[in-house]
């Protein structure tokens, strides 16, 4: 069966101070990986997509990038926080193909950003 | 633009009493729909999904949702609410008719439910 892990489950980090969230998943190949924020009062958004290492589309201007480097593993990082950056962020993985099954996500437990 | 509104932000029943969450729907075709549900700092979990097989789609826990054309619905519904329900639900849909997982989220419906 497939599993996602995402790490650190929570962080706090000083505005400026750099980022990173890592996100495996297991028990599937050449996944695609979504990064998601729910931010207080905004909802869920995505942030950053990939269907294969080292593709990377990004949904929304912001602070924050994303990598592929294995084809199981999905970064999120930031050289510089901002205040506005604080969110709970969702790693999650679908099929590759033009199914249905492509747009059916499955997500981690998240991880809990505040800057501060 | 493919796009869902949640009529409620939150709804509150009784245990053993049914559940009504609303979604509507904004498409200009016929639309894959999904409700997903979040426990307290939780990751999301799919309650079930719509992709034109079947106009109701029972999904886990108990849940079923009924996809409506004529009213641009697909709400939410379990005949009888159990204290586990308490959560966020979302509805979802593809962006653009997307086969990614680029999706749009509702705003979300929080569930409480009173012993």
């Known amino acids: 069966s497939q599993t996602i892990h995402q790490w650190p489950a929570t962080l706090v980090q000083p505005v400026g101070s750099p980022l990173s969230l890592e996100c495996t998943v297991e028990g599937t190949s050449n996944p695609n990986l979504y990064w998601y924020r729910q931010a207080a009062g905004r909802g869920l958004q995505l942030l950053f997509y990939?269907?294969?290492?080292?593709?990377i589309s990004s949904e929304v201007p912001q602070n924050l990038s994303a990598s592929r480097p294995q084809d199981r593993q999905f970064i999120l990082s930031s050289k510089k926080l901002l205040l506005s950056d604080s969110g709970f962020y969702l790693c999650?993985?679908?099929?590759?193909?033009?199914?249905?099954?492509?747009?059916?996500?499955?997500f981690g437990a998240g991880s809990r950003l505040t800057v501060l | 633009a493919q796009s869902v509104t949640q009529l409620d932000s939150h709804v509150s029943v009784s245990e053993g009493t049914p559940v009504l969450l609303r979604c509507n729907y904004s498409?200009?075709?016929?639309?894959?729909l999904f409700w997903y549900v979040q426990h307290p700092n939780k990751g999301l979990q799919l309650l079930l999904k719509?992709?034109?097989?079947?106009?109701l789609v029972k999904g886990i826990n108990g849940f079923e949702a009924e996809f409506k054309k004529s009213e641009t619905s697909f709400h939410l519904t379990k005949p009888s609410a159990h204290m586990s329900d308490a959560a966020e639900y979302f509805c979802v849909v593809p962006r653009g008719g997307s086969t990614l997982g680029r999706l749009y989220f509702g705003r979300g419906t929080q569930l409480t439910v009173w012993p």
């Open positions: 498409s200009s075709y016929s639309p894959s």
């Open positions: 719509y992709t034109s097989a079947a106009t």
């Open positions: 990939s269907v294969g290492i080292g593709q």
């Open positions: 999650a993985w679908s099929r590759q193909g033009a199914s249905s099954g492509a747009n059916v996500l499955t």
